[in-house]
């Protein structure tokens, strides 16, 4: 089978025949995320190849993502939130919608936490996959914000306003079994690598067409853009409301 890689210093992809793993590579802050790369994700989506089926969203180390990289709030990243947020939105969302516009079938394969940021980059695959120790939180309203990155608007999908609130509101972790019994996660597995080997080769018994017009179907029927607009809309009255200004 043929491999070839793809990396920056934060994300390394990997294409091994119709498989592409996007691999966030950056353990020693228990992978947290930065605009950088979001913007890099939302890249990487947008060209992936024809010829890959199945993409796999991983995280290296003992954590799936820690959610934003706290030391990012400051500097460039500051000016921009307070003096013209909308554009810094849109281009954060990308990087996480692009996974419901791709035709590829997206599995999230989530060890370690999953917060923030992290649980929403899961939540923008087709499937997840979680390892037992795996523990999911929304923890933007400690710092006075809420998920703007496509996370709520899947999260009511799956468990409903009520528990959605619940969850965002007091930022209490979700536990993997408690996320595959109220329908977050597909499969809790102990060795989730295995069990995402297993749907792939499960999956590629079904046919591609088929497929991604499931996908297409299914996605159209969850939700529309409404949601992502009302996150963007929303983050900026909340941004307004810490820096003392007006939403642009």
């Not at 939700?223 to 941004?239: G, H, I, P």
Request: charged share 20%; aromatic share 6%; net charge negative.
């Amino acid at each position: 089978m043929d491999a070839r890689s793809e990396q920056s210093a934060d994300i390394v992809v990997t294409v091994e025949g119709d498989c592409a793993t996007v691999n966030l590579t950056r353990p020693h802050v228990r992978n947290a995320q930065t605009p950088e790369m979001w913007n890099q994700l939302a890249e990487i989506g947008r060209s992936m190849s024809d010829d890959v089926r199945f993409v796999v969203l991983r995280g290296e180390g003992e954590d799936f993502s820690a959610g934003l990289d706290r030391q990012a709030l400051a500097g460039p990243m500051i000016d921009q939130l307070r003096d013209n947020p909308q554009p810094f939105i849109a281009a954060a969302q990308a990087g996480f919608a692009v996974w419901s516009h791709i035709p590829q079938t997206v599995i999230a394969e989530v060890q370690g936490n999953a917060i923030g940021a992290g649980f929403q980059l899961a939540l923008a695959s087709d499937v997840i996959i979680a390892a037992s120790n795996a523990r999911f939180a929304m923890r933007e309203t400690s710092l006075g914000l809420v998920p703007d990155l496509g996370g709520t608007g899947a999260l009511v999908d799956a468990i409903g306003y009520r528990r959605t609130f619940a969850l965002c509101a007091t930022g209490d972790f979700l536990s993997a079994d408690q996320a595959h019994q109220w329908g977050v996660v597909h499969q809790v597995a102990d060795d989730a690598s295995a069990a995402v080997t297993a749907l792939l080769d499960q999956l590629r018994g079904v046919d591609a067409g088929a497929l991604g017009d499931l996908k297409a179907l299914l996605r159209t029927v969850a939700r529309d853009q409404q949601s992502w607009d009302a996150e963007r809309d929303v983050q900026l009255r909340r941004l307004a409301a810490l820096f003392g200004s007006a939403p642009t």
